[in-house]
């Protein structure tokens, strides 16, 4: 374990993903501070909160005082990351630097780009062709840059499409498969749902940023987080309906209207560029942390569960 363990583990960022990591911190014993926009989060009374914009050096710099480790978990409005996600990132880096702490960034997959279906892992080139995938290998490799010089301690980890606890309207099986579903209405899903694909399981990635940020073994590496064997979306949307003891149909939506709905809301027309993780086979391999670490993944239909139960 890291000399860091007496020391405040800052999340920045209290999505889905920083709470998650918030319940696996506080587990672990950590003195964790989050941090966010409105200062308020729903986290147990023994963790600290404060408000503010992460862009701003001089705030990140305050909010990231006594850190030993500093998590950068944010995610702005899909359709401002190019504009306000390296700006943030950099705010956070930058507090991580002064207060000498080791830097835990959440990636996801879009860097590596459309690979026709090949199983993706930390050896896989990365050759972006959308907006956002640009922006992520753009934030990636000034991270890259900083630690290859020894200015930065980094670990990274990187996911993909998550579920669980918390997450609605972010995880294409959230708010769109199980709550349409609970109210008896029929799966959404985009693209081809006989494509396997590989879900992240939120407490499955927080347990990776956790190790990232206390295990010395985990610095200077990209760790993609284990997820249980890729299964199709009609699969796990089939698992998800025997939890709740229904037959869940299931309603692709057409790519026209996709485009169509993106004239008018940008959020969803971010989404259309991204359709080509869900028109092929869009696997992940997490064998490089398990190996190291020892950690599996949960098993899916546990996973499935244990989200149905908290929508519930």
Known sequence: MSARMGQTHVIFGTGPVGLAL????????????????????????????????????????DAASGAGVVYQVLNPPYHRWPEEFPPLQRGVMSAAQVAGARFVSFENLYMYGNTGGNAIDESTPMKPHTRKGTVRLEMAEELAELSDKGD????????????????????????????????????????DPETKHSYTYLKDLSRVLATLGTDGRAVGEVWHVPNAPARTTTEIIGMIGDELGQKIKVSPV????????????????????MLYEFKNDFVTNGEKFTEAFGMQPTPLDQAVAETVEWWR
Request: charged share 20%; proline share 7%.
């Open 254 to 273: 057409p790519e026209l209207l996709l485009r169509m709905m993106g004239l008018f809301n940008p959020t969803v027309r971010e989404l259309n560029e």
């Open 22 to 61: 918030v319940d696996q911190l506080v587990e672990r014993g950590h003195q964790v501070r989050v941090v966010n926009r409105s200062g308020t989060a729903p986290v147990p009374a023994q963790v600290e909160q404060m408000a503010g914009d992460a862009a701003d050096p001089d705030f990140a710099l």
């Open 152 to 191: 930065l301690e980094l670990a990274t980890a990187r996911a993909s499409s998550y579920f669980g606890p918390r997450a609605t309207w972010q995880s294409p099986l959230g708010e769109r498969v199980i709550g349409r579903a609970l109210d008896g209405k029929s799966a959404q899903v985009i693209g």
